[in-house]
């Protein structure tokens, strides 16, 4: 069973950063694909960056291009999340999300969910 632990939310100003760590176990080879989620009140959620084990392809919402950067540690099996420039609009719970299979897949299925990690943004 796969199983993700994020951990690295937390307060901050604009304009300032934060790094998400994701320390994921489980998977029964490198065709995975793995990335970031993130959920604000009232809204639904949506894929933040995601990358391909297998390809080492990545993806970044126009949202966050340019400001978020993905990052993996395989010998540590952990994904890491480098946030910079932070807005208020950033503010979610982010969820480490995973899904097994799939070779040209980038971002995952919905497959695996981590217990997600507060971000706030203040102005």
């Known amino acids: 069973e796969v199983q993700l632990v994020e951990s690295g939310g937390g307060l901050v100003q604009a304009g300032g950063s934060l790094r998400l760590s994701c320390a994921a176990s489980g998977f029964t080879s490198d065709d995975y694909a793995i990335g970031w989620f993130r959920q604000a009140p009232g809204k639904g959620s949506e894929a933040v960056s995601c990358t391909s084990r297998l390809t080492g392809r990545t993806y970044y919402a126009e949202s966050v291009r340019g400001r978020f950067t993905i990052s993996s540690d395989n010998d540590r099996n952990t994904v890491y999340l480098q946030m910079n420039s932070l807005k208020p609009e950033d503010t979610a719970v982010y969820y480490c999300?995973?899904?097994?299979?799939?070779?040209?897949?980038?971002?995952?299925?919905?497959?695996?969910w981590g217990q997600g990690t507060q971000v706030t943004v203040s102005a």
């Open positions: 999300v995973a899904s097994e299979g799939g070779r040209e897949r980038v971002c995952p299925k919905d497959d695996y």
